[in-house]
Structures are given as C-alpha cells and as structure tokens.
T-cell receptor, first 109, second 115 residues
Framework: QQNVQQSPESLIVPEGARTSLNCTFS?????YFWWYRQHSGKAPKALM?????GEKEEGRFTIHLNKASLHFSLHIRDSQPSDSALYLC?????????FGDGTQLVVKP | DTTVKQNPRYKLARVGKPVNLICSQT?????MYWYQKKPNQAPKLLLF???????READTFEKFQSSRPNNSFCSLYIGSAGLEYSAMYLC??????????????FGSGTRLTVL
C-alpha cells in the first residue's frame, strides 16, 4: 500500500517568508499529486495538483514534482497569516487517493 | 456551490453500540469517500462508492459498512463501536470521470467520541 510521508511536522515562519513543505511517496507508478489545505475547524480543500515531472506555479504557490526521487513539494512565496493551516499532500495510486499526515504551518505577523 | 455536508458535527457513542454517520453532496458527483482521521495521523481511507459499487479497504473490511441509496447520499455504519473508533470521520466526493485529475471535495467532518 502507498506510504505517504510529510516533513516537517510543523513549521513557524514570519510573514513574508518563503515556506517549503515536503512530501514523499513509495510507489513510482503513482499517477497524480495534490496539496490540500485545512484551516482550523474547516473542511480540507484542494490547493494545487500536478501529474508530470516539473514545476507548476499558481500565484504565490509553486508545486515541484520529481517522480524518480519519489518526492514533491509545495513552496509558498511571501507567506501570509491567512496561510496558517494544516497542509496535506495526497497521491493517487490504483484508483485510490492516499494522504500524508500533514504539516501544521503557522505564519506569524 | 461545492457543498458536502456531514451530520452530525459531533457524535457521542457507547462502547458496543452502533453508530451511523451521514454525508450528502449536491454536485452530482459519481464517487463518495469516507476517511478516518486521528490526531497527528494521515486521513485513512476506509471505503468509497463509485456510482453504486462499494469498495472497502482490506484492513477495515469487517469494521465498517456503508450504503448509498441515491447519488447524493452516503452513510457510514459501525455495528459495534470500540474505543479505537474515536476519530474525525471525513466524507468527500469527486467526479471520477475526470480521470486522474479527480479532486476531492470534503465535508467538515463528524467527530466521533466513543466512551
């Protein structure tokens, strides 16, 4: 079964910083990759996705994928207090979607 | 509106008693999922319905049941709750005919406490 791991477990950064979150997976045949964000007391919500090696940018957010290294990451430019949330990475494998255990991000004003 | 609703928001149950959790979605999605999330752990896939076909994960096969009487509604049933079932239960839906780009839309969850 797919093993998805995230690092770091938690992160505190100042407002305006660049933040990097990491996710590793165990099956090189995995097909699609997401980052979800969950604000406290709210439902998790998809933030960005990628399916081919490389980089994808949407506003302040950039996702990198390297399938050979079994690794993808989320980078947040100019982090804002509103970015404070639990970030979950997710991997599609064999018609199922598996999640990591999350990175708790706090952005301090 | 992308809406997945879960009821109740909080549920208290006694050990050995049954529990029924409810989820509904208004997006006409063909697939509905149930995940179990415990603190500091990854959401764990329990089962999912693709249309009327139920798929249960091997390691939770005997612990959870589900029904989907129509496209919008899905329930999660625990026949005899144990202390280990205390967790947040997240329902999600998606449109699987988008293929690999299937994105999950989550409800806010039901927090189950078993005493």
């Amino acid at each position: 079964q797919q093993n998805v791991q995230q690092s770091p477990e938690s992160l505190i950064v100042p407002e305006g910083a660049r933040t990097s979150l990491n996710c590793t997976f165990s099956d090189s045949a995995s097909q699609y990759f997401w980052w979800y964000r969950q604000h406290s007391g709210k439902a998790p919500k998809a933030l960005m996705s990628i399916f081919s090696n490389g980089e994808k940018e949407e506003g302040r957010f950039t996702i990198h994928l390297n399938k050979a290294s079994l690794h993808f990451s989320l980078h947040i430019r100019d982090s804002q207090p509103s970015d404070s949330a639990l970030y979950l990475c997710a991997v599609r494998d064999n018609n199922r979607i598996f999640f990591g255990d999350g990175t708790q991000l706090v952005v301090k004003p | 509106d992308t809406t997945v609703k879960q009821n109740p928001r909080y549920k208290l149950a006694r050990v050995g008693k049954p529990v029924n959790l409810i989820c509904s979605q208004t997006m006409n999605h063909d697939t509905m999922y149930w995940y179990q999330k415990k603190p500091n752990q990854a959401p764990k896939l329990l089962l999912f319905y693709y249309d009327k076909i139920l798929n249960r994960e091997a390691d939770t096969f005997e612990k959870f049941q589900s029904s989907r009487p129509n496209n919008s509604f899905c329930s999660l049933y625990i026949g005899s709750a144990g202390l280990e079932y205390s967790a947040m239960y997240l329902c999600a839906s998606s449109r699987r005919d988008w293929g690999l780009a299937e994105t999950l839309y989550f409800g806010s969850g039901t927090r189950l406490t078993v005493l």
